[in-house]
Each structure stands twice: as C-alpha cells, then as structure tokens.
T-cell receptor, first 113, second 112 residues
Framework: TQLLEQSPQFLSIQEGENLTVYCNSSSVFSSLQWYRQEPGEGPVLLVTVVTGGEVKKLKRLTFQFGDARKDSSLHITAAQPGDTGLYLCAGAPMDTGRRALTFGSGTRLQVQP | SQTIHQWPATLVQPVGSPLSLECTVEGTSNPNLYWYRQAAGRGLQLLFYSVGIGQISSEVPQNLSASRPQDRQFILSSKKLLLSDSGFYLC???????????FGPGTRLTVL
C-alpha cells in the first residue's frame, strides 16, 4: 500500500488546458513537497507547503495543503509543453517516526502543443 | 553553492556481476544522504539513507548495500546483480530530516 497516493497516474492534455493533480494519504504530514522530474534527470523541488489550508502560487502553478494536512493538490492553469514531466509529492508522516521522505507514485503529465 | 555528483551516468552489467555506484556532495557538511531506485515513469523507492559517517538505514531487504566512508560520499554496492536490479538510481542529500532533497543526475543501470 502506497502511503501517498497520487492521481491521476497519467494525464495527456492540449496546450492551454487546465489540470489538477492530487496527492492523498491517511497520515498527517508536517509538510508536503512537490517535485517535477524530467526524463533522465533527478527531481527538482517546486514548493513546500507547511500550514494546513495553505495555498502557494508559483506563476501558473497553484499548490494547496489540506486543512487536516493529509492531502495536497497541484493546479496548473493554461498548461504549456514545458510543463511536461513527472510530478511527485513527498512528505515525512508524523505518526511513523520515519526520518526520510516518502514519495508518491507520481503523475506523468504530457502537454501537447 | 552545493552540488551533487553521481557516476557513472549509465551502466550495463551482466547478471551476477558486482556493482558500485558513487555519489559525492560538495559545498555542505554533514548532510543526510539517500539512495533511491526508480522504475520507468514511476515514483521513487527509498533504498538507504544515512545521517552520518558509517550510519546506514536500510528501507527494503535486497541484495544491495550502502556505505558512507566519508562525510560527503555515499556508495551503493552489490556483490551479485539480479535482473530486477535494473532501474534508474538516484542519490540525494538534505540538510535535515524531512527537508527539501537535492538530487543528483542519476545512474541508468541495465542488468542483462
């Protein structure tokens, strides 16, 4: 069982469309991180959300942390081909004492020009 | 500034052969270090992490091992590779537990 479930697993859309990616868990997290990974490279951090209910914007990307700090979403407005990649959420659950991050299974986004 | 290096970038090895992947970090001291494996287009599976020299935590039982002989050096090894060891191996570092992780460029391993 995956501690962090991401949906959808794969998304193919046309340039200019909007989309939302979800990251859900039954565990509470002190913070959640979102990374983007391009083929053949390591993931790169996009944002960290810390406070329940927090909303952070990064240009056309909007990140939200759930009130109960168990879930997060990433919304992209007017997607562009440069947004193509694998989006990963990650966090350290508070109830396990685990020191390392747990990563979600990822959402692969393809934006067609 | 901090940088992280991994080598080799790609590797093709026969089943049963040994493995040694190296990761080094520059520009920081006493980092947490991590080894991940990633199947094609999927998420990251944590293999090992280390909070200091000689301190290794293993996440999953397997025929791989890790060592941290120096503060900023992390090595992933195997005595005998299996076909299932094929994948994309990523090294990462962080300043603190649960904090932002910075990833290396990865090693693509193919076991034939």
């Amino acid at each position: 069982t995956q501690l962090l479930e991401q949906s959808p697993q794969f998304l193919s859309i046309q340039e200019g469309e909007n989309l939302t990616v979800y990251c859900n868990s039954s565990s509470v997290f002190s913070s959640l991180q979102w990374y983007r990974q391009e083929p053949g490279e390591g993931p790169v951090l996009l944002v960290t959300v810390v406070t329940g209910g927090e909303v952070k914007k990064l240009k056309r990307l909007t990140f939200q942390f759930g009130d109960a700090r168990k879930d997060s979403s990433l919304h992209i407005t007017a997607a562009q081909p440069g947004d193509t990649g694998l989006y990963l959420c990650a966090g350290a659950p508070m109830d396990t004492g685990r020191r390392a991050l747990t990563f979600g299974s990822g959402t692969r986004l393809q934006v067609q020009p | 500034s901090q940088t992280i290096h991994q080598w080799p970038a790609t590797l093709v090895q026969p089943v049963g052969s040994p493995l040694s992947l190296e990761c080094t970090v520059e520009g920081t001291s006493n980092p947490n270090l991590y080894w991940y494996r990633q199947a094609a287009g999927r998420g990251l599976q944590l293999l090992f992490y280390s909070v200091g020299i000689g301190q290794i935590s293993s996440e999953v039982p397997q025929n791989l091992s890790a060592s941290r002989p120096q503060d900023r050096q992390f090595i992933l090894s195997s005595k005998k590779l299996l076909l299932s060891d094929s994948g994309f191996y990523l090294c990462a570092w962080s300043i603190q537990d649960g904090g932002e992780q910075f990833f290396g460029p990865g090693t693509r391993l193919t076991v034939l």
